[in-house]
């Protein structure tokens, strides 16, 4: 949001020690006013736990951000407004309960900054094997949340979550869009003399050209994460990784050189999920998996109800069940609260033409980031 600067300065001081001293009184005034947000948090965490609540409502951050963005005045940028934000929203959630979030590790990976990214460094993070195991903790209760990679806009969707979504009862609570960006991080202090890179497969695949054109001698080796070709690059000037930037401050590294990518505008999309479904607020997406009968016209019957509604689906894909061979499962995003109380209807004719429906979650349509 484009804004003049604030143009009262009548009152401000002019040397630099009465400017120095300004910012000790007003980071005082701050800091008064921090604790007592940090007390009325605490309040806030007794009655939820009262009312049996969840302590991350996402629609009611997404309410506070955007309320302060349409009221900032401007010498604060708003993207600096947001990751300021961003950690006091995430020590109010601790303040009230503390969380556990877990993700596809090990630590250092994109699923692990897209969680820092949403819900702040006052969250406890841990990572997880496998995306079943993230499935697992949270439907057994052992963690809160858990931050699972949903689809990228070159690769498509991650399959194996739709599959993992009708094995588990999670549900969506938010979601957040990262602009995926790869560098080159190693012990060397530039690309002379490489003779090994080490990442991901399709971190390779994305940055396949980048690396044929300024490495064309290196040898590729292919690891379970971005995060271990950082571990695997420590500590030997002849190797390199391909992943986040910040892994080289993670692994006492150095830049090397980035963005490596091959097509610079990749996006993925993260969910967090949850045991409890969300409630309350303003949610104006909703996903949702169904199955068809086997009949003539069986999709396009489910696609009429919605199109009646008015509703407008962003996203439909299928995917074989591994359950049934010839059968499909559907995803569908949906842009609408459909748990909402003006949808039952619509909900109860979507049953009656759909073989079986699940909604996993109505939540907030998430943010785009341009780095992570």
């Known amino acids: 949001m484009n804004r003049s600067a604030s143009t009262d300065v009548v009152s401000m001081p002019s040397g630099l020690d009465d400017l120095r001293r300004e910012i000790t009184r007003t980071d005082r005034e701050l800091l008064a006013l921090l604790n007592h947000r940090a007390r009325l948090c605490r309040q806030v965490g007794r009655v939820k736990s009262a009312a049996d609540q969840a302590v991350f409502k996402p629609f009611r951050e997404k309410e506070v951000l955007e309320g302060l963005v349409a009221e900032n005045p401007g010498d604060l940028p708003d993207d600096h407004l947001r990751t300021i934000y961003r950690e006091i929203l995430s020590s109010s959630r601790r ?24 819900l702040g460094s006052s969250t406890d993070f841990e990572p997880c094997p496998s995306l079943e195991t993230v499935f697992a903790a949270v439907a057994g209760k052992k963690a809160d949340l858990g931050i699972v990679p949903l689809e990228n806009s070159l690769s498509g969707s991650a399959g194996q979550n739709l599959d993992l979504f009708l094995r588990y009862g999670v549900h969506i609570q938010a979601e957040i869009y990262l602009r995926i960006s790869y560098h080159l991080v190693g012990a060397g202090t530039g690309l002379a003399g490489i003779q090994t890179v080490y990442s991901h497969p399709r971190a390779i695949d994305q940055c396949a050209a980048w690396l044929s054109s300024h490495l064309p001698e290196a040898h590729v080796v292919f690891v379970g994460s971005t995060a271990a070709a950082a571990r695997e690059a420590a500590g030997r000037p002849d190797c390199v990784a391909v992943g986040h930037r910040q892994l080289a401050a993670m692994f006492s590294l150095n830049l090397l050189a980035g963005p490596v990518e091959d097509a610079p505008d990749n996006w993925t999309r993260f969910i967090v999920i949850g045991h409890q479904a969300p409630a309350g607020g303003s949610r104006d997406k909703t996903s949702i998996l169904f199955t068809l009968p086997d009949k003539s016209g069986a999709l396009v019957s489910v696609l009429s109800v919605l199109a009646r509604g008015g509703i407008n689906m962003k996203k439909l894909e299928s995917r074989p069940m591994r359950s049934e061979k010839w059968q499909y499962l ?8 459909l748990s909402d109380d003006e949808y039952a209807d619509l909900q109860a004719e979507l049953v009656e033409n759909c073989q079986t429906l699940r909604v996993l979650g109505s939540y907030p349509a998430g943010l785009h980031l341009n780095d992570c």
């Open 95 to 118: 303040l009230q309960q503390p969380q556990k979030a877990v993700y596809l590790g090990p630590e250092g990976t994109f699923s692990y900054f897209a969680g820092r990214e949403l």
């Open 330 to 337: 559907f995803f569908a995003d949906l842009e609408c609260d």
